[in-house]
């Protein structure tokens, strides 16, 4: 199936499970760390600071890099923001700690390894491999910041508030007049006027109004040279020394321009996205993790699409959307049954087949064979109709393998979800 129709259903799949943060794979998140990176090579001010892996690359980093500094910021990096918010399952309070100089090993090391949960990673959470240990500067503003794109003008979107720090959702709730948002011309670039706009939207305090348009305009062309879907700094800040300075970075990249941005996609770091998704990318299936207990097999987008709305219909939730496509392998439909299997929160399986490219058979080979590698703890539903049909219910029914048949999609969905709460 073609990119594209996957991006248009997958706002409608997550929307029938109910769950909006999902990150997906089809664009890049990179850590704050190799964000502010990027950043500083195009000339936007960030503090300075590096990232550390274990306590000793900590000790180095302190004796390299902050010789003579008194206090440090210390970030657990991890691919969902809430950060500062969150706390450890060890029980430490916030990823982001200030700490005196002298207290920066003890606080990395209380963070490395561990597991923090934000209300962006889920209840899951997400591990800290590394620490980005920054200059402490003395912030006297925050303001958001945040390139985009925008539907309604078909181009890049600027929003900007003078008041940062915390999410957007509550800026928008709390400040909805402080929101100010300004498109861009994609063909003409940012004008000056565009840069004043926006800095007038951030108001900054005391930093050089001059100084911060250019700032303004390098984010853009960052944004557009890196083929960037968001950009996002909160806080963009200001200093006491009247430095405008991006404390935070998010930076999301159209995953269609990695072949023209291979330095930037080799940062991937797939030990923070869904483990399922990983495994589901490897094997070139369309899939979506998600967060109920019916996994669905099914080809075709549509009838993905469909298979999911009728287990809401009946009361259930899917756990995934996945579209195996019209000309999986069996070693793919293998793959496919693994991930809905290794996922402990499945109770049960729905496979919806309507062979057209797509053969029954192949499908039924793929089951039997999978179930041979994989120790099937859950009732699976299957529905086949459409090409090699026969065959197929011929293959399922010589496996020996227990299985509920289904006559229709609806009967099929309505012994799914049976099957799931028995
Ligand atoms: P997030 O919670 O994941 O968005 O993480 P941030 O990088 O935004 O850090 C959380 C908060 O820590 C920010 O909103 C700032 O208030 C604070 N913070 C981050 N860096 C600095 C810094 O260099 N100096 C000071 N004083 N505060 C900082
Ligand atoms: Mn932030």
Known sequence: MARGLLGKLVSRALSVAGKSQHQQLRRLNI???????????????????????????????????????????????????????????????????????????D????????????????????????????????????MYFAITLDRTTAGPIIIACKKGGTSIEDLAEKFPDMIIKVPIDVFNGISDDDAEKVVNGLAPKVADRKAAMEQVKKLYKLFCETDCTLLEINPLAETSDSQLIAADAKLNFDDNASFRLKDIFALRDPTQEDPREVAAAKADLNYIGLD???????NGAGLAMATMDIIKLHGGTPANFLDVGGNASEQQVVEAFKILTSDDKVKAILVNIFGGIMKCDVIASGIVYAAKQVSLKVPVVVRLEGTNVDQGKRILKESGMTLITAEDLDDAAEKAVKASSS
């Open 31 to 105: 850590h704050e760390y190799q964000g502010a990176e990027l950043m500083g090579k195009f000339g936007i001010n960030v503090p300075k600071g590096a990232a550390a892996g274990s306590i000793e690359e900590v000790k180095n980093v302190m004796k390299n890099m902050f010789p003579n500094e008194k206090e440090m910021v210390v970030k657990s990096q991890i691919l969902a923001g809430g950060r500062g918010l969150g706390t450890f399952q060890s029980g430490l309070k916030g990823g982001v700690h200030i700490v005196k100089v002298e207290e920066t090993e």
């Open 107 to 142: 606080i990395a090391g209380k963070m490395l390894g561990q597991i923090l949960v934000t209300k962006q990673t889920g209840p899951q959470g997400k591990v800290v491999s590394k620490v980005y240990l920054c200059e402490k500067l003395s912030l006297v503003n925050e």
């Open 292 to 298: 109920g207990e019916i996994g669905c097999m099914v």
